[in-house]
């Protein structure tokens, strides 16, 4: 996106800009340019920042913000986008939409949405680079973090899936 946004209601405006109405209260926007629909398209959703973690972020599949278009690196079913909305991982800044890939295979050095349940209606996660796999866990650091840092664990048992982070749009 090459315009920068400053008001309260972050979807609204990507509603906007993707040419999709308001959200009027709570309800869920149904589009018709959704990835089950429109093949050459997937839905963007709007997220908040989890409380605490640095990275997290809990994306709201009922708050659909717009659409971005399909690439060869969004090929599968499951692949959704989400904004950005926290700025203390370096590699991303807020407003940054970001494409993940749930199909494709994370390798060591991928910047991965690590995902608690990713069946439920919020999806919480934790945006990292994946530094190795282990059996039991993942080796990973801050997205764009220096080398000189250290990396840390996670537990498998509570992030059970690494999502390939395949696409980035930048904030304006």
């Known amino acids: 996106m090459s315009q920068v946004y400053n008001c309260p209601r972050e979807a ?3 509603r906007a800009f993707f040419g999709a109405p308001p959200n009027a209260g709570n309800e869920p926007v149904i589009s018709n340019t959704n990835s089950v629909t429109n093949r050459t398209q ?3 959703f709007q997220t908040s920042a989890m409380t605490g973690v640095s990275g997290g972020v809990m994306i ?3 708050d659909e913000a717009g659409v971005i278009q399909r690439t060869s690196n969004l090929q599968s079913n499951r692949a959704i986008a989400f904004t950005v909305q926290d700025d203390s991982n370096p590699a ?3 407003r940054d939409i970001l494409g993940v890939n749930p199909a494709a295979p994370a ?3 991928d910047d991965c949405l690590f995902v608690r349940d990713p069946d439920a209606a919020v999806i919480e996660g934790i945006v990292r ?3 190795k796999k282990l059996d039991d866990g993942w080796i990973v650091k801050l997205a764009g973090q220096q080398e000189d840092r250290p990396n ?3 537990n498998r048992a509570e992030f059970p899936q690494a999502w390939r982070i395949a696409v ?3 904030r304006g």
């Open 12 to 14: 609204d405006v990507i």
């Open 42 to 44: 997937v839905v963007v």
């Open 60 to 62: 709201n599949r009922k």
């Open 92 to 94: 991303y800044r807020t």
């Open 107 to 109: 390798i060591d050095g």
């Open 129 to 131: 680079n994946l530094v």
């Open 152 to 154: 840390h664990k996670l």
């Open 168 to 170: 980035r749009h930048l």
